[in-house]
């Protein structure tokens, strides 16, 4: 082995651990010298799957398979020698037990997002990073993502001139949060904090400022609860459902759009079954919300978001207004419109897609697995815990806002940790 392999451990084998990160590593692992070496999973059988998987995504890529150590307990893949980097793709609220101790062990720490499905977890993670000295990188994907990053360039360029106003406008076709853990605020926070968090980190990154107030409405309008349906997918006649779970097997679509493979619908605990009826009682979470903010430079913003929304190539798109114009990006199909009326009339649209686009969060995550190297070995990155514990603070607080029927949350009056 290299001297200057960076070897990975993974405390959550599920979609994002093995389809999204594993995955990257696998089909990088020659050319970023790194490898897997350690998996954990509190499910032995998601374990084994994952682990099957990640293989399976090495060879075809050409590269040698790995032999990681597999643990049910993340304490031991946290001490085992063979990690250099811990990544931490649990869900949400189990964040929080696996980061403190893993930041705490003075190794590299990739954390994914939200930071945390409550505030006080966040801050608990912070301050950890703080206490430490031991940064960590968070996976706000759109941080790695071509045409963010190019979109940002031409805002710095001063291309539309003074930012004002930022819209995301968010129709989603993300049923699937009704489906899985994401149903329950106590362990994903909310879907509204899943996704919005990302918004939250872009309207932080873009904003140059600090949020200082917002008011939100939301609730639901489609996954209304019923009582006269199954459980689960499989167990429902109604072929015509539209949001019905799509198994692995019946892969014409994949899994960005939600399809599971066989670990999530065989296994019999609910908190595992990504086939969860969208319509069975006892999801606490939005489908639909609008959250408007201000920001200490003035600059305002505004979240526009739905799960119930067709599948379309413009279900994502950002908005900056400025005082000399206004550009569009529109994810997926990686184009920024630009419109500038001063000094002259100007319509442009710019393709600037990542070369591996067609892969998971279009090409980001490729770029995530090269940062985390280069991170691994001493790079800084620019997003640690504390982008990650702010984009949790304003996204909650527009929860907190719904829950109070739209009333104005100050930002001052959520926990925060003053910066070093
Ligand atoms: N950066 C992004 O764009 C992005 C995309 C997708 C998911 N995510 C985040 O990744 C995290 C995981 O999401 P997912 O969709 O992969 O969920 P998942 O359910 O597919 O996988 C989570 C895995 O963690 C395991 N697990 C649960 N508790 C555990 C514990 N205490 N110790 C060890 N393993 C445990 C589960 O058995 C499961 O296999 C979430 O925080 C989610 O928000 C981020």
Same mark, same amino acid.
């Given at each position: 082995?290299?001297?200057?392999?960076?070897?990975?451990?993974?405390?959550?084998?599920?979609?994002?651990?093995?389809?999204?990160?594993?995955?990257?590593?696998?089909?990088?692992?020659?050319?970023?010298?790194?490898?897997?070496?350690?998996?954990?999973?509190?499910?032995?059988?998601?374990?084994?799957?994952?682990?099957?998987?990640?293989?399976?995504?090495?060879?075809?890529?050409?590269?040698?398979?790995?032999?990681?150590?597999?643990?049910?307990?993340?304490?031991?893949?946290?001490?085992?020698?063979?990690?250099?980097?811990?990544?931490?793709?649990?869900?949400?609220?189990?964040?929080?037990?696996?980061?403190?101790?893993?930041?705490?062990?003075?190794?590299?720490?990739?954390?994914?997002?939200?930071?945390?499905? %409550?505030?006080?977890?966040?801050? $608990? @993670?912070? =301050? &950890?990073?703080?206490?430490?000295?031991?940064? /960590?990188?968070?996976?706000?994907?759109?941080?790695?993502?071509?045409?963010?990053?190019?979109?940002?360039?031409?805002?710095?360029?001063?291309?539309?001139?003074?930012?004002?106003?930022?819209?995301?406008?968010?129709?989603?076709?993300?049923?699937?949060?009704?489906?899985?853990?994401?149903?329950?605020?106590?362990?994903?926070?909310?879907?509204?904090?899943?996704?919005?968090?990302?918004?939250?980190?872009?309207?932080?990154?873009?904003?140059?400022?600090?949020?200082?107030?917002?008011?939100?409405?939301?609730?639901?309008?489609?996954?209304?609860?019923?009582?006269?349906?199954?459980?689960?997918?499989?167990?429902?006649?109604?072929?015509?459902?539209?949001?019905?779970?799509?198994?692995?097997?019946?892969?014409? %679509?994949?899994?960005?759009?939600? $399809? @599971?493979? =066989? &670990?999530?619908?065989?296994?019999?605990?609910? /908190?595992?079954?990504?086939?969860?009826?969208?319509?069975?009682?006892?999801?606490?979470?939005?489908?639909?919300?609008?959250?408007?903010?201000?920001?200490?430079?003035?600059?305002?913003?505004?979240?526009?978001?739905?799960?119930?929304?067709?599948?379309?190539?413009?279900?994502?798109?950002?908005?900056?207004?400025?005082?000399?114009?206004?550009?569009?990006?529109?994810?997926?199909?990686?184009?920024?419109?630009?419109?500038?009326?001063?000094?002259?009339?100007?319509?442009?649209?710019?393709?600037?897609?990542?070369?591996?686009?067609?892969?998971?969060?279009?090409?980001?995550?490729?770029?995530?697995?090269?940062?985390?190297?280069?991170?691994?070995?001493?790079?800084?990155?620019?997003?640690?815990?504390?982008?990650?514990?702010?984009?949790?603070?304003? @996204?909650?607080?527009?929860?907190?806002?719904?829950?109070?029927?739209?009333?104005?949350?100050?930002?001052?009056?959520?926990?925060?940790?003053?910066?070093?």
């Amino acid at each position: 082995m290299a001297e200057d392999r960076i070897r990975i451990g993974i405390i959550g084998t599920g979609s994002r651990g093995i389809n999204n990160i594993g995955q990257h590593v696998a089909e990088q692992s020659a050319a970023l010298d790194v490898s897997v070496t350690a998996l954990c999973d509190s499910s032995q059988e998601r374990l084994r799957v994952g682990a099957g998987q990640l293989n399976a995504a090495a060879v075809a890529a050409g590269n040698a398979p790995f032999t990681p150590a597999l643990y049910a307990d993340a304490a031991d893949l946290i001490h085992d020698d063979n990690v250099d980097l811990i990544a931490i793709t649990t869900p949400t609220s189990a964040h929080r037990e696996a980061a403190i101790p893993a930041l705490e062990s003075g190794k590299k720490v990739y954390l994914d997002k939200p930071m945390a499905h %409550t505030v006080a977890d966040a801050v $608990a @993670i912070r =301050e &950890t990073e703080l206490r430490t000295g031991n940064p /960590l990188i968070m996976g706000f994907t759109r941080r790695y993502e071509r045409p963010w990053l190019e979109l940002y360039s031409l805002l710095e360029r001063g291309v539309i001139g003074e930012l004002r106003m930022m819209l995301i406008r968010a129709v989603l076709p993300y049923s699937r949060y009704f489906h899985t853990w994401h149903r329950n605020r106590a362990i994903s926070g909310g879907a509204l904090n899943d996704k919005g968090s990302h918004y939250a980190d872009v309207f932080n990154w873009f904003g140059r400022g600090r949020a200082v107030q917002v008011n939100a409405f939301g609730g639901r309008h489609v996954f209304i609860p019923r009582d006269d349906t199954p459980e689960y997918c499989p167990d429902c006649d109604d072929a015509g459902c539209p949001y019905r779970a799509v198994s692995a097997e019946d892969l014409s %679509t994949d899994y960005r759009h939600g $399809a @599971i493979d =066989e &670990t999530f619908y065989q296994g019999s605990d609910a /908190l595992h079954r990504k086939d969860q009826c969208v319509y069975k009682p006892g999801a606490d979470i939005f489908d639909h919300a609008s959250a408007h903010y201000r920001y200490d430079n003035g600059v305002v913003a505004t979240i526009f978001y739905n799960v119930y929304g067709p599948r379309a190539d413009d279900e994502e798109t950002f908005e900056l207004v400025g005082t000399r114009g206004r550009m569009i990006l529109t994810r997926l199909r990686g184009e920024i419109d630009i419109v500038t009326d001063y000094p002259e009339r100007r319509h442009e649209v710019i393709e600037c897609k990542a070369d591996a686009f067609e892969t998971s969060h279009f090409g980001a995550d490729r770029k995530l697995i090269q940062d985390i190297a280069a991170f691994a070995r001493g790079r800084k990155l620019p997003v640690d815990g504390s982008e990650g514990l702010e984009a949790t603070r304003v @996204i909650l607080a527009a929860m907190q806002s719904i829950d109070a029927g739209g009333r104005t949350i100050r930002m001052a009056d959520v926990p925060d940790v003053p910066g070093p």
